[in-house]
T-cell receptor, first 112, second 117 residues
């Protein structure tokens, strides 16, 4: 079965600092991987996805993620944090039927 | 385009009761998936509906059932509610994929917050 593990339930950065949110996956087949963001009292919004094309994936709001097969990782980064980036971030893996398996989430706090 | 809508926004029920949650998919989408998101956790897949039939199901008991209507809207029913059913229930819709279904994006609604007392 496919699964993802998010390292760190809470990450705090200063405004303008690098954002790094970690995700490792487990999959018996080439995975499709996703990052979603959830703002308070809202649903999930897709940030970016990896579908076996380019290993460096660029998403919305300046976020990007790199697929590293050797490390079974798909970490999310942003060079410079903004106050509006404060939210819950979820990594997910999809099976062949688009059944999404989510990690437990990482809450990002951005300090002024 | 209204996107994915869910009703009600919030709901409070008592243990043992039954509840029905509703979802209208994004225009042009015919596949609906339901997820349960407990507090502090990631969403857990409940089941997916396509062409009015349950196409796949996650690890949830039979107390959780669903339905999809000809207009693609969907309902999630939970019987004999338990305290542990308290969660945010998310609906996601996607269009039919001509090839690999993972290539189509799932659009999530804002969710229904269910509290069981």
């Amino acid at each position: 079965a496919q699964s993802v593990t998010q390292l760190g339930s809470h990450v705090s950065v200063s405004e303008g600092a690098l954002v790094l949110l970690r995700c490792n996956y487990s999959s018996s087949v080439p995975p499709y991987l996703f990052w979603y963001v959830q703002y308070p009292n809202q649903g999930l919004q897709l940030l970016l996805k990896y579908t076996s094309a380019a290993t460096l994936v660029k998403g919305i709001n300046g976020f990007e993620a790199e697929f590293k097969k050797s490390e079974t990782s798909f970490h999310l980064t942003k060079p410079s944090a903004h106050m509006s980036d404060a939210a819950e971030y979820f990594c997910a893996v999809s099976d062949r039927n688009n059944d999404m398996r989510f990690g437990a989430g990482t809450r990002l706090t951005v300090k002024p | 385009d209204a996107g994915v809508t869910q009703s009600p926004t919030h709901l409070i029920k008592t243990r043992g009761q039954q509840v029905t949650l509703r979802c209208s998919p994004k225009s042009g989408h015919d596949t609906v998936s339901w997820y349960q998101q407990a507090l502090g956790q990631g969403p857990q897949f409940i089941f997916q509906y396509y062409e009015e039939e349950e196409r796949q199901r996650g690890n949830f008991p039979d107390r959780f059932s669903g339905h999809q209507f000809p207009n693609y809207s969907s309902e999630l029913n939970v019987n004999a509610l338990l305290l542990g059913d308290s969660a945010l229930y998310l609906c996601a819709s996607s269009p039919l994929a001509a090839g690999d279904p993972r290539l189509v994006e799932q659009y999530f609604g804002p969710g229904t917050r269910l509290t069981v007392t």
